[in-house]
């Protein structure tokens, strides 16, 4: 029998009930999944719950079941998407039917997959990055004065590209149930130093300790220096909302959206450059300065080296990598 150590006190807690035990379960279950991961998922249960509804195949997944789905979707989406689609799925149907994982890495569904990326397999199409004459053309051709928005927009341009920033790191989601306090960078997190600043980025969906991220930005030789327009909008912002806690505001005292980034975007680029532009334009500049992969994985805080596909297919950008250490460089799109 194990029993107690009279050494090893314990504190006083209240004993829980078998339906509170339910319930604070329940709610931790609720929280595993980031609200846009869940918004996806539940997308991509929608499309398998469809196929069987109008195939007259049972939801109970089967083999056979998610080997028909595999080849049906890759006739009007690309593979990538399908293997992403598959990962929902399961996530939403494992808890109904806890066999689904061990179908879904089954060989049948596997070589459908596989036979899929050869059979119906095209290049990946992608928004083109930004690159720094972009970024000096854009500040030149803007009207003078700027406005308290102006200033807003051509920081965040600026900040998102040296940052090797997400726009959704940058702005306020535009659907309601996405938007989350939590992820806003705040104002007081900012700390300038001599030719920098920082800021912190509060936690994302892969941050599971909540620690953030410190984005440190330096100062540049050339137009596109980012700490100048950064500081004009930090004074512009601390006299307007002094007692507001967020960093990022626009003149009506709300963050930014992402169609308000979007549409002033849209006054200098066509579509072929959208906000995913900002964070591989500012990969394939680090690239193409010889900055060590290492570092450029850190600086834009991957955890894998899913960053290489950020940069574009370039024999200048391929060889700096290469000078600095990797054997290889696989899986980098234009």
């Not at 939801?59 to 028909?68: A, G, K, M, R």
């Not at 109904?96 to 199409?125: C, D, M, N």
């Not at 003078?144 to 090797?164: C, K, M, N, T, Y």
């Not at 995913?276 to 991957?302: D, K, Y």
Request: aromatic share 12%; proline share 6%; hydrophobic share 40%.
């Amino acid at each position: 029998m194990i029993t107690l150590s009279a050494n090893a006190r314990q504190p006083e807690r209240a004993t829980w009930s078998l339906e509170r035990f339910i319930l604070e379960r329940s709610l931790s279950l609720g929280f595993d999944l980031d609200p846009t991961t869940i918004r996806a998922y539940s997308s991509h249960l929608n499309s398998y719950l469809s196929f069987c509804a109008a195939h007259n195949f049972p939801v109970e997944p089967t083999i056979d079941t998610l080997s028909f789905y595999v080849v049906y979707m890759c006739h009007y989406i690309q593979l990538r998407s399908v293997e992403c689609y598959l990962s929902g799925i399961v996530s939403q149907l494992e808890p109904y039917y806890p066999s689904i994982r061990e179908i879904r890495q089954s060989q049948l569904v596997w070589h459908t997959l596989k036979g899929s990326a050869r059979r119906f397999g095209r290049p990946v199409v992608r928004k083109q990055p930004l690159l720094r004459e972009d970024l000096v053309r854009v500040v030149e051709s803007m009207q003078r004065p700027f406005s308290f928005d102006d200033h807003l927009w051509i920081a965040q341009l600026l900040v998102g590209f040296f940052g090797l920033m997400r726009l959704g790191e940058l702005v306020w989601p535009d659907q309601l149930e996405l938007q989350d306090y939590a992820k806003l960078s705040q104002r007081h997190s900012v700390c300038l130093g001599d030719g920098y600043f920082s800021f912190l980025l509060p936690r994302d969906k892969a941050d599971i300790r909540f620690e953030g991220n410190q984005v440190v930005i330096q100062r540049s030789s050339g137009m596109d220096d980012p700490l100048a327009p950064f500081l004009a909008y930090l004074k512009m912002r601390d006299f307007r909302f002094p007692l507001q806690p967020f960093l990022w505001l626009r003149v009506n005292g709300k963050p930014p959206s992402c169609a308000w980034f979007i549409r002033r975007l849209r006054h200098f680029f066509d579509t072929s450059i959208a906000g995913h532009s900002l964070h591989a334009g500012g990969t394939t500049s680090l690239a193409a300065a010889g900055v060590p992969p290492a570092s450029i994985q850190r600086i834009g805080r991957w955890r894998s080296d899913t960053w290489e596909r950020y940069v574009c297919k370039n024999p200048v950008l391929l060889q700096a990598l290469l000078f600095h250490g990797r054997s290889s460089i696989h899986d980098v799109q234009a």
